[in-house]
Nanobody, 124 residues
Framework: VQLQASGGGLVQAGGSLRLSCAAP?????VFWNYRIGWYRQAPVKQ?????????????NYADSVKGRFTISRDNSKKTVYLQLNSLKPEDTTVYYC????????????????WGQGTLVTVSS
């Protein structure tokens, strides 16, 4: 399944953005049943899991973004959001979303397919 991320853009340091993750039409009927995660990948670095939300709304965050980023979901709209607050220049990179498999943070792994990411650029 390829989920599509959107909502990126250019923002000044300290600013905010809200990213959206939409499910393809073929997946919308079961979207509510899956845990979804937000990732980012800077050049020459591994993709980093930032936040996860279960089908029931339980959330988990990487220490690097805890307190600044908030993940949420609206199953009626088949969309997962990532609110980015207090942005820093080092948050500049491409953000992705994906279905997560696994039962806890250390075991989470993304589905094999990646959709289009969205670029966030934070100016100093």
């Amino acid at each position: 399944v390829q989920l599509q991320a959107s909502g990126g853009g250019l923002v000044q340091a300290g600013g905010s953005l809200r990213l959206s993750c939409a499910a393809p039409r073929t997946f919308t009927s079961v979207f509510w049943n899956y845990r979804i995660g937000w990732y980012r990948q800077a050049p020459v670095k591994q993709r980093e899991l930032l936040a996860a939300i279960s089908s029931g709304g339980t959330t988990n965050y990487a220490d690097s973004v805890k307190g600044r980023f908030t993940i949420s979901r609206d199953n009626s709209k088949k969309t997962v959001y990532l609110q980015l607050n207090s942005l820093k220049p080092e948050d500049t990179t491409v953000y992705y979303c994906n279905v997560l498999h696994g039962s806890n943070w250390d075991e989470y792994r993304a589905d094999g397919s990646w959709g289009q990411g969205t670029l966030v650029t934070v100016s100093s």
